[in-house]
């Protein structure tokens, strides 16, 4: 007996009920995308491993997925190697390529190998699979779709009052009441150094960025594993749970950072930014987290995260500024910012409450019953006419029992089924069935498609 077939824990095959809801995600955001001018582009699957490599932080760099060399992936692998060499060296000898982590990295690479074909600012748009090795659950998968937009080449702080705008607008679109967080990497940096830890700023904003998922005690044991004195982890706790309305906290920090010229600048940008956003219609809330770090190591300067507010889902969309990231690469001094959909868990929310459109999976108008060669041909002349009026219909493929082909539609939630049969033909007559009110009545042959239009306007 043949082995039953398998995929790879935390990646899903998507049936056509989950795929038309998925490209409705995709269509709602890249539509917001374009219109506000951003265009799209396509990097490939994998990248080299000097691409990825060390962009992530250490925690990061564990999850990328590596690819075995080609061919005798070992030829060059000594004993000596496999007794003495660790996972990670071992590793760069025998993979020299690995499945991309996300879309920002690759992306500053596309920009800085395009540089002489792409005009600064600019503003990009890419929808695309991401693989991370990490351990499945719930909202969490190992192959994953993001829907990122960037903007690089511009230093305005405006550019992050838009993408707000666009994170607003997609929400809205999808009707999921969402909170948006956000922070800024300089202020981060300005409380590492008046707790007196500026060289922990990495392990500081890794633990902090989980002070919502393991709370304060264990973000305090991890501080302490990772070297900080029990005197900086007591200045750092109550910074980091600062309450009140957002100026509230902006006016605590800027006592507490006075002496912090990063500080002070992170203060001055998301208060700009902030007061841009205040002066704009939007329905999405605004929080100022002190605590969101995004444990990316690449954001320099305003970071932001999106969160859900009627169902428990970790973050539904994030990003940040990045000052430098195309330096890795050979161009410095370019400045980017950009956020990412994660269309899987927004995909769960919209589930989860119910708000995909309640047609959405009507994606044929009508359907022709077939009753054999000659009503099929005709059946066949008004599927051109339908299609030509943008309605989308079908033929049954073969002269089936009736009961067969009326229950195909239902299955299919198709709305409407026309028979054009010996009877119909010889009165030059339609007749139409709506499926969902089992309304049964005959028409004229040139009364179908404004028949059908003015039932699906409705």
């Known amino acids: 007996m043949a082995q039953k077939p398998t995929i790879p824990k935390g990646t899903r095959d998507f049936i056509p009920a989950t795929m038309i809801k998925r490209s409705y995600i995709f269509d709602t955001i890249r539509s917001v995308f374009q219109l506000h001018g951003y265009l799209p582009i396509e990097t ?28 005798d992936f070992h030829t060059n692998i000594t004993s000596k190697n496999l007794a003495e060499d660790s996972a990670a060296q071992l590793a760069n000898k025998l993979c020299e390529k690995a499945l991309r982590y996300d879309l920002t990295v690759p992306f500053a690479r596309f920009v800085v190998q395009n540089q002489n074909n792409i005009k600064f600012p600019f503003k990009r748009y890419q929808i695309q699979p991401v693989w991370r090795a990490d351990r499945p659950q719930k909202g969490r998968y190992r192959e994953f779709y993001q829907c990122d937009a960037d903007i690089i080449g511009s230093n305005s702080l405006m550019n992050e009052v838009e993408l707000v705008q666009i994170i607003d607008a997609v929400y809205a679109k999808l009707g999921i009441a969402a909170i948006l967080k956000i922070n800024n990497r300089k202020i981060l940096t300005g409380i590492a150094e008046v707790i007196g830890e500026p060289d922990k700023i990495i392990d500081i904003t890794v633990a902090i960025d989980k002070l919502d998922k393991i709370g304060i005690e264990n973000v305090r044991k991890e501080l302490i594993d990772k070297g900080l004195s029990n005197e900086s982890i007591t200045k750092l706790e109550p910074i980091i749970q600062l309450d ?45 987290d002190i605590s969101l770090a995004r444990g990316l190591n690449y954001y320099t300067g305003a970071i932001f995260e ?95 029992k009736i009961k067969k082909q009326m229950q195909y539609a239902n299955d299919r939630n198709i709305p409407f089924v026309a028979i054009l049969g010996e009877e119909e033909i010889a009165s030059h007559k339609i007749t139409l069935k709506n499926m969902k009110t089992g309304e049964q009545y005959s028409i004229k042959n040139n009364e179908l498609i404004s028949n059908i239009q003015n039932h699906l306007s409705q």
Not at 48 to 65: A, Q, S
Not at 266 to 276: A, F, K, N, Q, T
């Open 306 to 400: 999106v969160k859900a507010r009627d169902v428990e889902m970790g973050s539904i969309c994030g990003g940040g500024r990045y000052d430098d990231l195309t330096g890795v690469f050979g161009l410095p001094h370019v400045s980017g910012v950009g956020i990412s959909f994660g269309a899987d868990r927004i995909y769960d929310v919209l589930e989860q409450l119910d708000l995909f459109p309640q047609n959405i999976t009507e994606t044929t108008n009508v359907l022709f019953l077939n009753f054999g060669d000659t009503e099929a041909k005709l059946s066949m002349q008004y599927l051109i006419k339908l299609r030509e009026h943008t309605i989308s219909c079908e033929l049954y493929p073969e002269p089936a």
């Open 244 to 288: 009140g309305s957002i100026q509230e906290k902006i006016d605590s920090l800027s006592t507490i950072l006075k002496s912090s010229e990063i500080g002070m600048k992170g203060i001055e940008e998301i208060s700009y930014i902030i007061s841009i956003i205040d002066s704009l219609p939007k329905t999405i809330e605004i929080d100022f």
């Open 44 to 71: 490939p699957a994998m990248e080299t491993m000097e691409t990825l490599m060390g962009k992530y932080g250490e925690e990061g760099d564990r999850l990328i997925f590596k690819i075995l060399n080609s061919g």
